[in-house]
């Protein structure tokens, strides 16, 4: 088939088909203005925003933006931004040309919760619990056995919006302490189910 053909057939521009049979034009190239990231900068900036993500640290769109610009001046980069900062129709076009991200709403989670969901933190804890109730003699004394929380609820929960990984469950965001009002609750319950 000539490129003529393949042309009219598949409803493509002749020059562009003809550009790219003979090499002149990349298989990843797309129509408009070139990007200000290369698309290997790009694809590493959307594992490290999902990474952070993932750890409890998603970046804001002002973070990512900012992040930018850093990375923009430090090597001396030139764009049409104004003082090297995207704008929000960069943000936008980055997302979709990185479908693995997107804009989600944070659950605040405080440091040594995120640590307390390692899976080998858990063993270890259940592992002292089970030393410590044999040495006390009370390993099959459920009514001598006690569990005491106390739980905050924040009177003013602000969330964030963060970049992270496309359909992921749950995206949290490590805070040190609150600093803002709540209300206090301390509930004990025994093994035995006496509260």
């Known amino acids: 088939m000539s490129i003529n053909q393949a042309s009219k057939h598949f409803r493509c521009d002749r020059r562009a088909l003809s550009k790219r049979v003979k090499g002149e034009l990349s298989v990843d190239s797309h129509p408009g203005r070139k990007t200000v990231l290369t698309s290997q900068q790009e694809k590493e900036l959307s594992d490290c925003l999902i990474l952070m993500a993932d750890w409890g640290w998603g970046f804001t769109r002002g973070e990512v933006k900012d992040l930018i610009q850093d990375f923009l001046r430090t090597n001396s980069i030139e764009t049409l931004f104004i003082d090297s900062r995207p704008s929000k129709d960069w943000l936008h076009a980055f997302l979709q040309r990185n479908p693995k991200i997107t804009l989600r709403k944070t659950e605040h989670l405080s440091n040594s919760r995120s640590h307390a ?20 003699g009370i390993i099959n004394l459920p009514n001598q056995i006690f569990n005491s929380d106390e739980s905050g609820f924040v009177t003013d929960p602000k969330e964030q919006i963060v970049l992270a990984k496309r359909g992921a469950s749950r995206v949290s965001q490590s805070i040190g302490g609150s600093g803002r009002e709540q209300i206090t609750v301390n509930c004990a319950c025994s093994a035995s189910g006496q509260v």
């Not at 933190?121 to 002292?128: H, M």
Request: aromatic share 16%; charged share 35%; no cysteine.
């Open 117 to 136: 969901e390692n899976p080998e933190t858990i063993k270890t804890w259940f592992n002292l619990v089970e030393k410590t109730f044999k040495k006390a």
